[in-house]
């Protein structure tokens, strides 16, 4: 019983994951965006990927806070979504993507966040939203990994990145089961743990013969 009361170890161990999670969302996707920029090339990285990856963290950030769960259970989402824009934007500024349309769609997805945000727009299509996420992420990756095995090169993909993913998303399966148990959360950590692996190892592949 003592392991298992808000002061026992199994929680301080989940609040050191979480806090060690969020540190290391701090800078995830900075080596992407470093590698992106450097390159001046998106090779080997999927652009619908990453967009149905924005939309997966922009619902589970957003189910989160409006279910009032412990903030540090969740807390890289925001920290994600911040680097996740400037990583979409160069990404599609490389692609020769960037337009009017690509700028009305942002402004379409800010109205909707901030309706959500505010409850403008009720919980309870959110709530709709969230068993989505989970094929959504795991198609986005999906997606990532196609690329990669279809252009046999990854160049253009951090290593660091996808294992700072693996990491992190296998991190709160523990948090998860601890704070709300809550089985949509756990199924997406889970399958975004193996597909965030899967696109590690398949980078990795592919960057060996670069060392040559």
Excluded: H
Excluded at 15 to 29: E, F, G, H, N, R
Excluded at 82 to 102: C, D, H, N, P, T
Excluded at 168 to 177: A, E, F, K, L, P
């Amino acid at each position: 019983m003592g392991l298992l009361d808000e002061s026992g170890i199994l929680y301080v161990i989940a609040d050191v994951l979480s806090i060690v999670t969020i540190a290391s969302c701090l800078v995830s996707k900075v080596p992407q965006i470093q590698t992106v920029r450097q390159l001046q090339s998106a090779n080997g990285l999927s652009v619908n990927g990453l967009l149905m990856e924005l939309c997966s963290y922009t619902v589970t950030m957003l189910y989160n806070y409006t279910n009032g769960y412990a903030f540090l259970s969740y807390l890289e989402y925001p920290i994600l979504l911040m680097q996740e824009y400037v990583l979409i934007y160069y990404v599609m500024q490389y692609e020769s993507l960037l337009g009017k349309r690509a700028y009305q769609w942002a402004a379409v997805y800010v109205a909707v966040f901030v309706g959500f945000a505010t409850a403008i727009i009720p919980s309870s299509l959110l709530m709709m939203l969230v068993p989505f996420t989970t094929p959504v992420g795991a198609t986005s990756k999906v997606m990532q990994l196609i690329a990669i095995l279809r252009s046999k090169d990854s160049q253009s993909v951090s290593l660091i990145t996808w294992g700072i993913s693996a990491f992190t998303n296998s991190t709160r399966i523990y948090t998860i089961m601890l704070d709300s148990g809550d089985k949509m959360l756990l199924a997406n950590f889970g399958i975004s743990t193996v597909l965030s692996s899967s696109v590690l190892l398949a980078a990795w592949y592919y960057k060996k013969p670069k060392k040559d």
